[in-house]
């Protein structure tokens, strides 16, 4: 029976308001082709469950996906109290279009503390980027409300999961493993002197088919058909499957290493390693890369670190939190096409999540496995391609189809091992040119961060004086300088590379300070403190990164002189202590 009532008067104020704070979600609503004031359906009883339970904090969030025509969204709001923040995702047009004809919201969505989410993976992308507290809060409790079979339904929330996964995924990074991804992207710098193949990567496996391999659960048995079926394809696999790869008799193309921890390929040793070139991100785990008895392939570029003769990387390459997203993209710039993914079965009985699997069923996944699947998806969107998943266990991969391996193996050359790429097999030193060239690059990259340092040290210098005295006005001063400052280190990929987590820090103490500030009146001296901290904070970070460019530039320029003096004794010192001495010296 039709739900009622619903008014014109109500409806056009909320989605003015709509149109002006989430215009996304006022087009995406008209696009739809759902009539407001249309009758709709009676929503079920348990579409509008579990709200109730919940006990909103200042400076929380709760996101909500589903919610029927939001009533248990609207007795939320009205209880709520002030600085707490709800998402809601309603991936059915004509409930939410109902739902603003049905709920005075103009007021609460005019001052952002309830937000629309759209279902299209551009708009969350773009919501999340408007609303940067969604992601890196660490008070955010997420309410999945009944929302019926469909599946378009069901695919908005798993675009949704994917989106919001890579997010927390970023921002867990950020936290947990700042330290170490700060010393590994400096630590891994040295490796760009053995990179002189590497602007070549585009087009280089041109016209060959890629065999993508993770250690899911279907691995054993399609390395069962591959082995020796390889011929005529590159072969990339993460570095957790690698010891199943190895042992079915497989030489890989190429081997990814993304991650900043201490991983298993630290402690595997097996013959086919000094066969094998890593591919490794930025920010992986430095010790690994150096321990890597094959060649080693950096992907430069992604957070500033191609620079001078390597620039061209820039452009070919973007950051990878997943190894499946950094192996789909070396394949697809190196030109190979289709891409095929074996032993993808991206799910966890204990998952968090219930999401879409390959075959239209449903799967648990956890959100580091939904953050994998969206990299994948940026990744193939970026190139305007799909890939073939040979799974159906896991969860369903965005740009994929599903395809069986038999139906695959045709198409991948027949007897033989895998393709040996020679670029990224072949490590060969830059000239010496090339390497003050590169040493002018982090000069100038360590001039920016000391830059940023100094600027940050100078309102430290008379905090206590002026705190004491005239603390208002430091106040004001150094908080506009913090965001200058702040704006500016986002905007450089290598800055925003190593302040990561010094950046979600900061923004989530200016962010408590405002939520508080709702319930109750904040001193000025606790802002100053917070100010002075995020200050602090910003200024060591960044002091560290200028010191670290600067010792790899005289590093470089060390390098570059001993090749113009033909000192081969300080070129293989210093390639044997890297890990490079198959390096090619021409």
Not at 192 to 201: G, N, R, Y
Request: with cysteine.
């Amino acid at each position: 029976m039709p739900v009622d009532p619903f008014s014109p008067e109500l409806y056009r104020r909320n989605l003015e308001v709509v149109s002006m704070v989430s215009p996304e979600v006022a087009a995406w609503l008209e696009r739809s082709g759902a009539t407001a004031g249309a009758p709709v359906a009676e929503v079920e009883a348990g579409e509008n469950e579990g709200l109730s339970r919940l006990r909103p904090r200042p400076g929380g969030i709760t996101l909500v996906v589903g919610g029927g025509l939001l009533d248990e969204v609207a007795l939320l709001l009205e209880r709520m109290p002030s600085g707490h923040q709800v998402f809601c995702l309603q991936p059915r047009a004509e409930l939410l279009l109902a739902a603003l004809g049905r709920h005075d919201l103009s007021l609460p969505l005019g001052r952002e503390e309830l937000v629309l989410l759209a279902p299209a993976e551009a708009d969350l992308e773009e919501a999340l980027s408007r609303n940067p507290q969604l992601s890196l809060t660490g008070q955010m409790e997420m309410v999945h409300l009944h929302a019926g079979p469909e599946s378009e339904a069901s695919r908005a929330r798993a675009r949704l999961y994917r989106v919001l996964g890579h997010a927390l995924r970023a921002r867990d990074l950020a936290l947990d493993w700042e330290m170490q991804s700060g010393a590994n992207l400096v630590a891994n710098l040295v490796h760009a002197a053995f990179a002189a193949q590497a602007p070549a990567l585009p087009g280089s496996l041109i016209g060959r088919p890629a065999v993508l391999a993770l250690d899911g659960d279907s691995l054993p048995e399609a390395l069962e058909h591959l082995a020796g079926n390889l011929g005529g394809a590159a072969f990339f696999c993460s570095d957790r499957a690698l010891p199943r790869v190895a042992e079915a008799g497989i030489v890989p193309s190429g081997v990814g290493l993304a991650s900043p921890a201490l991983g298993p390929l630290f402690a595997y040793s097996h013959p086919v390693l000094a066969r094998t070139p890593l591919i490794a991100e930025e920010v992986a785990h430095a010790p690994t890369i150096r321990a890597h008895p094959g060649p080693v392939f950096l992907c430069l570029g992604p957070r500033g670190t191609a620079l001078g003769p390597l620039a061209p990387l820039a452009e070919a390459l973007s950051p990878q939190q997943h190894t499946l997203g950094r192996l789909a993209e070396v394949a697809l710039v190196a030109g190979c096409h289709p891409l095929i993914l074996v032993g993808a079965d991206l799910s966890d009985p204990q998952g968090e999540l219930m999401m879409p699997d390959m075959d239209g069923g449903t799967v648990k996944a956890t959100l580091h496995q939904a953050a994998g699947a969206c990299a994948l998806g940026r990744v193939l969107a970026r190139q305007g391609v799909s890939a073939i998943n040979t799974s159906r266990n896991g969860l369903g991969l965005p740009g994929t189809t599903y395809a069986s391996l038999a139906e695959m193996l045709p198409l991948l050359g027949g007897p033989g091992q895998p393709v040996q790429a020679a670029l990224l097999r072949q490590e060969r030193w830059l000239s010496a040119d090339a390497l003050e060239h590169y040493a002018r690059g982090l000069n100038r990259a360590s001039t920016a961060a000391t830059r940023l340092w100094q600027r940050a040290a100078a309102p430290l210098a008379d905090y206590q004086e002026l705190c004491s005295q005239r603390a208002g006005q430091w106040l004001y001063a150094a908080e506009a300088l913090f965001l200058a400052l702040a704006e500016q280190a986002a905007a450089d990929s290598m800055l925003a590379a190593f302040l990561d987590g010094c950046l979600v820090r900061s923004f989530r103490r200016r962010h408590h300070l405002m939520c508080q500030s709702h319930v109750h009146s904040v001193g000025i001296g606790e802002c100053c403190d917070q100010l002075r901290l995020c200050l602090a904070e910003l200024e060591g970070r960044a002091g560290e990164l200028a010191a670290g460019l600067r010792r790899t530039a005289e590093e470089m320029n060390t390098l570059a002189q001993a090749r113009r003096d033909n000192d081969d004794r300080v070129l293989e010192r210093f390639a044997k202590s890297t890990g490079h001495q198959e390096a090619i010296l021409t």
